[in-house]
């Protein structure tokens, strides 16, 4: 069974950084260079609907930001580890919301919508990272 478990919420001040972590167990990465895992982060504030924040194939060549955080966070994936890194810098009270993790099989990056969580079947826990002013 596929397990996900993030790391390195918490609260911060507005302006501060946070890095979260997503270790990966459980599986295998496909041989297929055609055929490879994406991982995803997710976020979710009360009263609102889940969201991608961004989004990277494990091999590293392709990620997605959403537009509110494109110039603040970075996605990163560490292949020994199993680990995909989600570093927020100038953090603002708005990105206080509930983070998650998610990887997808079989993802082509890049292709269409390929970031939206329709596709994403394995969940983490969830980290919350609560920023205050």
């Not at 069974?1 to 507005?14: D, F, K, N, P």
């Not at 496909?30 to 009263?47: D, I, K, L, M």
């Not at 990163?76 to 983070?99: C, F, G, P, V």
Request: proline fraction near 1%; charged fraction near 15%.
């Amino acid at each position: 069974q596929v397990q996900l478990v993030e790391s390195g919420g918490g609260s911060v001040q507005a302006g501060g950084s946070l890095r979260l972590a997503c270790t990966a167990s459980g599986y295998t990465e496909t041989s297929n260079s055609n055929s490879r895992s994406c991982v995803a982060w997710f976020r979710q504030a009360p009263g609102k609907k889940r969201e991608t924040v961004a989004a990277i194939s494990t091999g590293g060549g392709v990620t997605y930001y959403a537009d509110s955080v494109e110039d603040r966070f970075a996605i990163s994936h560490d292949n020994i580890k199993a680990t995909t890194y989600l570093q927020m810098r100038d953090l603002k009270t708005e990105d206080t919301a509930m983070y998650y993790c998610a990887l997808r099989r079989l993802c082509l990056a890049g292709v269409g919508t390929w970031y939206s969580e329709q596709m994403y079947v394995y969940w983490g826990q969830g980290t919350q990272v609560t920023v205050s002013s």
